[in-house]
């Protein structure tokens, strides 16, 4: 990977004396590098660099030179998508909103889900020889497949709006990112050059995921897949290639055949929530010895008995508890966030009838992403595993702070709070 992204930093370093010496010269400060001028200069090294580095580098990887220069040809970046580091202008701040790392409630919002089971539902219908036969095919169930076409897309009905190759050219070449985005923007030429697709058709969303599956174009490569027999993968526009695309995603990631991806339980007082994650499971019968049933207090089916499950609670004590099993970390494989993997499995319940959860998720405290990156720093700095420290709650960094909170005594929620961000400044 090395001999591919390491170009880019002498670029941004000739890019950015570039700047400053336009800047300069037309006597203006750094912070109004926008001027016309300095965004030529960008433009230019640009498409030195796209000539110089990338068409090298497609080159090996079998494109043709007819490919690229059709790709190219009127390829200019967008200054205005996210994570830019654009010599002269301030860095935008990184905290995250997403409701995954505010309120793990608001990702569960019931109007929409009450909508994808309405939608979904009917879609489920209209395509029924098509999900039966790929249910057949892939080993994974129709109601999770359409769950996800549902999440990522909302069916299709929500396209993609900007060009792959516009937005993974400008973040390799100056993103934050720039070294994951690159080889994705070798893999989006590959796809131009094997599948034979126009590249208007390439949309993606701004951080380049493409179709209604939303797959990386290094994903599409590897697990997009012909669903139509027409001779192409098109998930753009093609429902049956968009839906087998998914369901091979997931077989690929270890998806097993008749399995649920798990259910919702009643974790008792007695039960530590520090036992969560993906390291700690264990069989189903001795989470039900216990005394985790599922809620409303029936027991934990008999067929799910000797097979290894794993304790999700995904807000600690102050949201709803489940018990899942490994199908789950497939889901997680799409999306590496437990509530992703969690709305697509309640999901698809509901897709077969299903009520709405029954655990209450409590109001919590807004927290901003680089005070869990403090307080995780924290905990690693006392001992604790919080896993990677990024600033984002996650399996490893619940267990933590469930952990911190017995060592002190304190109450277990193994979830954080103002109090306990301010315990730790």
Same mark, same amino acid.
């Given at each position: 990977?090395?001999? #591919?992204?390491?170009?880019?930093?002498?670029?941004?370093?000739?890019?950015?004396?570039?700047?400053?010496?336009?800047?300069?010269?037309? +006597?203006?400060?750094?912070?109004?590098?926008?001027?016309? @001028?300095?965004?030529?200069?960008?433009?230019?090294?640009?498409?030195?660099? #796209?000539?110089?580095?990338?068409? $090298?580098?497609?080159?090996?990887?079998?494109?043709?030179?007819?490919?690229?220069?059709?790709?190219?040809?009127? =390829?200019?970046?967008?200054?205005? *998508?996210?994570?830019?580091?654009?010599?002269?202008?301030?860095?935008?701040?990184?905290?995250?909103?997403?409701?995954?790392?505010?309120?793990? +409630?608001?990702?569960?919002? &019931?109007?929409? *889900?009450?909508?994808?089971?309405?939608?979904?539902?009917?879609? *489920?219908?209209?395509?029924?020889?098509?999900?039966?036969?790929?249910?057949? #095919? /892939?080993?994974? !169930?129709?109601?999770?497949?359409?769950?996800?076409?549902?999440? &990522?897309?909302?069916?299709?009905?929500?396209?993609?709006?900007?060009?792959?190759?516009?937005?993974?050219?400008?973040?390799?070449?100056?993103?934050?990112?720039?070294?994951? /985005?690159?080889?994705? #923007?070798?893999?989006?030429?590959?796809? *131009?050059?094997?599948?034979?697709?126009?590249?208007?058709?390439?949309?993606?969303?701004?951080?380049?995921?493409?179709?209604?599956?939303?797959?990386?174009?290094?994903?599409?490569?590897?697990?997009?897949?012909?669903? @139509?027999?027409?001779?192409?993968?098109?998930?753009?526009?093609?429902?049956?290639?968009?839906?087998?695309?998914?369901?091979? /995603?997931?077989?690929?990631?270890?998806?097993?055949?008749?399995?649920?991806? +798990?259910?919702?339980?009643?974790?008792?007082?007695?039960?530590?929530?520090?036992?969560?994650?993906?390291?700690?499971?264990?069989?189903?019968?001795?989470?039900?010895?216990?005394? =985790?049933?599922?809620?409303?207090? %029936?027991? $934990? !089916?008999? &067929?799910?008995?000797?097979?290894?499950?794993?304790?999700?609670?995904?807000?600690?004590?102050?949201?709803?508890?489940?018990?899942?099993? &490994?199908?789950?970390?497939?889901?997680?494989? /799409?999306?590496?966030?437990?509530?992703?993997?969690?709305? =697509?499995?309640?999901? %698809?319940?509901?897709?077969?009838?299903?009520?709405?959860?029954?655990?209450?998720?409590?109001?919590?405290?807004?927290?901003?992403?680089?005070?869990?990156?403090?307080?995780?720093?924290?905990?690693?700095?006392?001992?604790?595993?919080?896993?990677?420290?990024?600033?984002?709650?996650?399996?490893?960094?619940?267990?933590?702070?469930?952990?911190?909170?017995?060592?002190?005594?304190?109450?277990?929620?193994?979830?954080?709070?103002?109090?306990?961000?301010?315990?730790?400044?």
């Amino acid at each position: 990977m090395s001999d #591919l992204v390491s170009p880019l930093d002498h670029v941004r370093a000739a890019l950015l004396a570039v700047v400053l010496c336009t800047v300069l010269a037309a +006597g203006l400060p750094p912070a109004r590098a926008q001027a016309p @001028d300095a965004r030529q200069a960008v433009e230019a090294q640009f498409r030195d660099w #796209l000539v110089q580095t990338v068409w $090298l580098d497609a080159q090996k990887r079998g494109v043709s030179r007819e490919t690229f220069d059709r790709a190219f040809a009127a =390829i200019t970046l967008d200054w205005d *998508l996210p994570e830019l580091q654009i010599p002269g202008r301030p860095a935008a701040p990184g905290e995250q909103k997403q409701a995954e790392f505010q309120s793990p +409630g608001r990702y569960f919002a &019931e109007a929409q *889900l009450a909508s994808l089971t309405k939608t979904g539902s009917g879609l *489920l219908k209209r395509w029924e020889s098509i999900l039966v036969a790929i249910e057949q #095919l /892939y080993g994974v !169930p129709r109601e999770i497949v359409v769950a996800i076409w549902g999440r &990522e897309s909302h069916f299709g009905r929500v396209a993609p709006r900007h060009q792959a190759l516009r937005v993974l050219s400008t973040q390799a070449f100056l993103g934050r990112r720039g070294a994951l /985005y690159y080889p994705e #923007l070798l893999a989006a030429l590959v796809i *131009l050059e094997e599948d034979h697709l126009p590249g208007e058709t390439l949309l993606s969303s701004w951080a380049g995921a493409m179709g209604q599956p939303q797959l990386l174009p290094s994903k599409f490569l590897r697990f997009a897949v012909d669903g @139509d027999g027409d001779g192409r993968r098109d998930i753009w526009r093609s429902v049956p290639d968009a839906l087998a695309s998914i369901a091979n /995603y997931l077989r690929e990631h270890g998806w097993r055949p008749g399995q649920g991806w +798990g259910i919702e339980v009643h974790v008792p007082a007695s039960v530590s929530c520090t036992l969560e994650g993906p390291r700690q499971g264990r069989p189903a019968r001795e989470w039900a010895r216990l005394g =985790i049933t599922r809620v409303g207090g %029936a027991a $934990l !089916p008999p &067929e799910s008995r000797n097979t290894t499950a794993f304790l999700l609670m995904p807000a600690g004590r102050l949201g709803p508890s489940f018990l899942v099993s &490994e199908n789950f970390y497939v889901l997680k494989q /799409y999306n590496e966030s437990d509530l992703y993997a969690l709305f =697509i499995g309640h999901l %698809a319940d509901r897709l077969r009838g299903a009520s709405a959860l029954t655990g209450h998720w409590s109001p919590l405290d807004l927290m901003k992403r680089s005070d869990i990156w403090a307080m995780q720093k924290r905990l690693q700095a006392e001992g604790y595993d919080v896993g990677k420290v990024d600033g984002l709650v996650g399996f490893a960094t619940r267990t933590a702070i469930g952990q911190w909170q017995a060592r002190g005594q304190r109450q277990e929620t193994c979830f954080p709070d103002a109090a306990l961000i301010e315990a730790f400044r």
